[in-house]
């Protein structure tokens, strides 16, 4: 099925570096949505973007609802150790089209 | 319970074998998804319910696998005659629906995930 492109595929960081990821698209959304996922479990949500141009903050966490529809980018500032973990962006294309696409995911580990 | 559970958390099976998987939403959540993640890569949509109204079966890859949602609770992903290639991750997830505000119609909120069922098809 498709998948949005998502980069880096893998970050490896020290703890305190900020990070940056991002995903595009050749679709339009109207939902971008960010979820981490930890070994053995479920996605988990971080942030959710429901207009273009939106800028959200969770903690440390902001992401953008690209102008375009066609794009988001999330930044971790400060990484700390918990921060280690897959992250995925997802849209949801349509209202009542409740399916969500989601990307290849950004691996980050962080180097003691 | 507080989350979405799902079981087993670990299936082995072998070729050609049929499989059951279950899902427990979140009390309330009137909808449940179930998406399938194979070894390092994202998820990918396989049927979500909605209520009462027809499932949406678009992501399910072939007649092989099915889903049922008994009572608007519980579901069950059913795969007939694995194949190695259904080897995967299945997650389920619910969420309830909410008011969008100023679009005509409503999208659910949030879908929070289970834990998943690893499945190994030998």
């Known amino acids: 099925g498709q998948q949005l492109n998502q980069s880096p595929q893998s970050m490896f960081i020290q703890e305190g570096e900020d990070v940056s990821m991002n995903c595009t698209s050749s679709s339009i959304f109207n939902t971008w949505l960010w979820y981490k996922q930890d070994p053995g479990e479920g996605p988990v949500l971080l942030i959710a973007l429901y207009k273009a141009g939106e800028l959200t903050s969770n903690g440390r966490l902001t992401a953008q609802f690209g102008i375009t529809r066609k794009d988001s980018f999330l930044n971790i500032s400060a990484s700390i150790p918990s921060d280690v973990g897959i992250y995925f962006c997802a849209g949801r294309s349509n209202f009542g089209n409740e399916k969500l696409t989601f990307g290849t995911g950004t691996r980050l580990t962080i180097i003691p | 319970g507080a989350g979405v559970s799902q079981s087993p958390s670990n299936k082995v099976t072998e070729k050609g074998k049929d499989v059951e998987l279950r899902c427990d939403p979140i009390s309330g959540h009137t909808a449940l998804y179930w998406y399938r993640q194979s070894l390092g890569q994202g998820l990918e949509f396989l049927i979500y319910?909605?209520?009462?109204?027809?499932?949406?079966k678009s992501g399910l890859p072939s007649d092989r696998f099915s889903a049922e949602r008994t009572g608007g609770s519980v579901s069950t992903l059913t795969i007939q005659r694995t194949q190695q290639e259904d080897s995967a991750v299945y997650l389920c997830?619910?969420?309830?629906?909410?008011?969008?505000?100023?679009?005509?119609?409503?999208?659910?909120?949030?879908?929070?995930f289970g834990p998943g069922t690893r499945l190994t098809v030998l």
């Open positions: 319910f909605q209520g009462n109204s027809a499932p949406d």
């Open positions: 997830a619910s969420s309830r629906p909410v008011s969008n505000g100023g679009a005509s119609g409503f999208w659910t909120d949030t879908q929070y």
